[in-house]
């Protein structure tokens, strides 16, 4: 018994549970109730499941649903298995072997274990106590606990020489059958014992259950003709008499033989000789029938008589597979038929007090296999209790024995078998008599079924039983529905989904085993393959029931139409191309590009970036997609954020692409080949934040220059290029020339004006580097502490101001430079421009000052790297309309050589 609770959260509920899918009632083992009173708020609703199952082996599941008044529903599963004995003898056959006076071995001992964890009732079914020549040592029925061996020995009491058989029954509770074979000979000394192996006691159980070998004269449709059969299969003698012997009635029994050789059966007689058959033997030609009689002949008044009459059945069968062909075997079919008899006194009331079920569930089954069970009869009393079955008319159940006696505080274990012959189910109502006069009614309850497996179909298809349709998929992804397969029996199911085509798939390789009553979950897999294509097909799956996993009855068959579409993906992105102009070096440019499905599958993709470019190396180059994986319903969209970071300078390409991600049958992530095709372009440069001289101006200089002038003169074309190709970590260096001229004590004054390369800012700064081999001095900057500082006579000979600033597109930097013409000859100052990005330059100024004497001229535009210049004459003041100076110029050979 199991509980389950329902919390109500809201309001005042009243619950209800109900069973869904009400298939038969055969295996409705579980018992449900539900708190029938409203329940409060927060308070809990109690499921009870009571599970009484009555099919050793069988597992059960139902499906319930509880309901409330608000209308919610919840499915509730229950499933549940029944286990039961497992008791086994550790012999199936017994030999005894009798050599007259020489050796006899009388007793043999069999084991009977119990292997499982409950107790079982068993009996021994023949031979009862004083019948036979083979008497069972204990008593014929018992209690064997959980994991108990009971040590049992079997006697032979057989005198006359030859063979004696026997098959000893051996009976377990919610079990089946067990069968001992018990084989001895009697021979004079020195006689030759006969060969075991001549005699084929063991019965092919392959192809039917061990319970039809026990009932194998009592069922009426076995799947094949036995090799012989009995009628009748129980005899009442009714009321005899000791004396009286015309009041006993006589019995016929039919053999009839349906081999193609002879055969021969042989009766056991009853020991106590009331039940007397004639013939004891008889041989009986083929396909003919012989009669035997049966008389009884009560020993005793006020008696009841039980025997069951067994007779062997012998035959020879060649063995087509062996070597000795014409040796036959013998083999032996056994039939036990249950007889009874009384004595009672007319108006005799005996008592009788006894236990049995009202209901027996047989195993499930298929049409035209039998399927068994067994119950037990107890007897409440003391004294022997005498029971009879008797069958409703036209019966498909069977049952061993008929009648019989059960002894004092006994029981009898009676074998049920349902022969259904059709698809249905079974339920009959058997009287037990008991003592003639009492009657108990007592159901059995079986069915045959089909292998019926229902699906849920995705809708209507008249030509084929279900239909499924896949989702539209990418070509070469895979994708899957889902099909819930229920199975309607009582029995496991096996399934095979057969088909040919090879873009379908279905778990487990299209084999399922499917338990009984469940419902499964179950996948097909669609492989697509080929683009813009309609997929259908029809499957047919074969379904057949399985018992001990061995399939049985007719298989069915279940079309089911599939369809699928594929196409390739069109991913689609706006803006198609973008062109973001400059973006500077280092710094990040955010945007949102929008993702747009425009095919008609779900389906996920994954992008990315494709750079190539001119200019600076762009493996630098970064492209970062915020969310590269995107899942996209077809014609719905998404944004994503991209972001672009120029590494170096250049134009530069970006070509978004994207592949296609799915999950493959085996839950592992897959990618589909790349789409070659860029479904987004974006552009940018590259840039670093650059400085350019724009223009030059001469504030104050002997010599008026034109700004051309001094542009071309101080080499600002050098310049430029410097700041151009100036890059992160590689210094470079640029050489300015002051204009050369005559030493002098008025210093020179220039102007750069600094503008933007791009159309950002630019921050500068400069400091001075001391490249002169000129001595540091120590300056005392406070009361205890001095600097080294560059202080000698270099150092003023070249001012520059602003040492640090902005340029910006909108205003541009005035760059001073003040010149001094102080020291004679050539002398170089160093400046280091540092500019964002880790960018240096190192900016050599050369000022070369010549010795001031009248009539000399200074030089003040040279060809760069070459000594041999031209030089301006200072000769005065020029007419104010000619801008130019009026100049003199002369050539110099040879230092000091003046024309
Ligand atoms: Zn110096």
């Avoid at 298939?23 to 009571?50: C, G, H, R, Y």
Wanted: net charge negative.
């Amino acid at each position: 018994m199991k509980y389950v609770f329902l919390m109500s959260i809201a309001i005042n509920l009243t619950y209800r549970v109900s069973l869904l899918y009400v298939i038969n009632s055969i295996d409705q083992v579980f018992k449900l109730s539900i708190t029938s009173t409203p329940v409060k708020p927060l308070d809990w609703a109690e499921v009870k499941i009571t599970f009484r199952p009555n099919v050793v082996g069988q597992s059960y599941t139902e499906y319930y649903l509880v309901d409330d008044t608000a209308g919610n529903t919840y499915r509730l599963t229950v499933t549940g298995k029944c286990f039961g004995p497992d008791v086994i003898l550790n012999k199936k056959i017994l030999e005894f072997r009798i050599w007259k006076n020489v050796s006899e071995q009388r007793k043999n001992v069999v084991k009977i274990v119990n292997k499982s964890k409950v107790d079982a009732i068993y009996q021994w079914f023949l031979p009862n106590g004083g019948q036979g020549y083979f008497q069972i040592s204990t008593g014929n029925c018992g209690v064997i606990h959980a994991f108990e061996s009971i040590t049992t020995s079997i006697v032979f009491s057989g005198i006359s020489l030859g063979v004696y058989t026997a098959e000893i029954v051996f009976l377990v509770l919610n079990q089946e059958p067990i069968y001992l074979n018990v084989i001895a000979w009697v021979v004079l000394p020195g006689s030759p014992m006969y060969n075991i192996k001549d005699h084929t006691i063991q019965k092919n159980w392959k192809r039917k259950s061990r319970s039809a070998h026990l009932m194998e004269n009592s069922l009426s449709c076995l799947c094949d003709i036995p090799q012989a059969s009995v009628f009748e299969r129980y005899l009442d003698f009714g009321k005899g008499s000791v004396i009286d012997l015309t009041l006993n009635i006589s019995q016929t029994l039919c053999v009839t033989n349906h081999e193609m050789g002879d055969g021969c059966i042989q009766w056991f007689p009853d020991p106590d000789n009331v039940f007397i058959i004639d013939p004891i033997s008889c041989v009986i030609p083929s396909n003919e029938s012989r009669l035997f009689t049966i008389r009884y002949r009560p020993k005793e008044n006020n008696e009841v008589y039980g025997y069951l009459l067994c007779g062997d059945y012998q035959y020879n069968k060649y063995d087509v597979d062996s070597d000795q062909f014409n040796v036959p075997k013998i083999k032996h079919t056994w039939f036990r038929i249950p007889c009874i008899g009384n004595t009672w006194p007319p108006c005799t009331e005996w008592n009788a007090e006894w236990d049995c079920p009202t209901e027996v569930v047989l195993p499930p089954t298929v049409p035209a296999r039998t399927t068994f069970t067994n119950f037990m009869l107890s007897n409440k009393l003391e004294i022997p209790m005498y029971f009879k079955l008797e069958a409703p008319y036209n019966t498909n159940f069977v049952a061993m024995p008929m009648c019989g006696i059960v002894q004092g505080r006994g029981w009898q274990i009676i074998t049920v078998a349902l022969e259904p012959k059709a698809f249905g189910e079974y339920v009959e109502n058997w009287d037990i008599i008991i003592n003639k006069e009492l009657k108990a009614r007592i159901s059995f309850v079986g069915n045959a079924e089909t292998s019926h497996v229902e699906l849920m179909s995705h809708g209507y298809n008249p030509g084929t039983h279900a239909m499924y349709e896949f989702p539209p998929t990418i070509t070469g992804a895979t994708n899957y529905c889902t099909a819930y397969m229920h199975n309607h029996t009582r029995m496991e199911i096996h399934l095979r989904v057969l088909t040919n085509v090879p873009w379908l798939g279905a778990d487990d390789n299209g084999t399922l085993v499917i338990p009984p009553r469940e419902i499964v979950r179950y996948h097909w897999w669609f492989f697509p393959r080929q683009a813009d294509k309609v997929y259908e097909t029809t499957v047919t799956c074969s379904c057949v029931c399985l018992i001990n996993g061995k399939p049985v009855g007719e298989p069915t068959e279940i079309f089911i139409n599939i369809t699928g579409f594929s196409e390739l993906p069109d991913l689609r992105v706006l803006p198609k191309t973008l062109n973001l102009h400059d973006a500077v070096v280092g710094e990040s440019r955010t945007f949102p590009i929008t993702l747009y499905n425009f095919g008609s599958c779900f389906f996920t993709s994954k992008l990315y970036p494709v750079i190539d470019g001119m200019g600076d190396d762009f493996s630098g180059d970064k492209f970062n997609i915020d969310c590269c994986v995107n899942s996209l319903k077809p014609s719905s969209h998404c944004e994503v954020n991209v972001t672009v970071t120029a590494g170096g300078a250049g134009s530069r390409q970006i070509d978004i692409k994207y592949t296609v991600v799915y999950r493959n049958e085996f839950n592992e992530v897959e990618e589909i080949q790349p789409i070659r095709k860029s479904i987004c372009i974006i552009w940018y440069d590259g840039i670093y934040p650059t400085i350019k001289v724009k223009r030059s101006i001469s504030v104050k200089c002997p010599v008026i220059l034109s700004n051309h002038c001094v542009w071309n003169m101080i080499n600002v074309e050098g310049l430029n290029k410097a700041l151009e190709d100036c890059r992160p970590h590689k210094p470079l260096n640029a050489d300015l020339y002051a204009p050369d001229l005559c030493v002098r004590s008025t210093d020179v004054e220039l102007i750069l004006v600094l503008g933007c390369v791009y159309s950002v800012p630019v921050p500068f700064n400069f400091r001075r580097e001391k490249i002169c081999d000129c001595e540091m001095i120590e300056v005392q900057i406070g009361i205890s502490t001095y600097e080294m500082r560059h202080a000698c006579v270099h150092r003023p000979l070249v001012e520059m101001s602003p040492m640090s600033g902005i340029v910006t597109p909108e205003t541009p930097v005035l760059l001073h430079l003040k010149l001094m013409y102080t020291s004679e000859g050539r002398n170089t100052l160093c400046f280091v421009m540092t500019m964002p990005n880790h960018r240096t330059l190192n900016i050599f100024i050369h000022i070369n000052a010549h010795v001031n004497s009248k009539g000399v001229l200074s030089p003040v535009r040279r060809v760069l790297g070459d000594d041999e210049y031209m030089t301006v004459m200072d000769c005065g003041r020029v007419p104010i309309n000619n801008l130019d100076p009026v100049i003199r110029a002369l050539f110099r050979e040879q230092a000091g050589n003046e024309i």
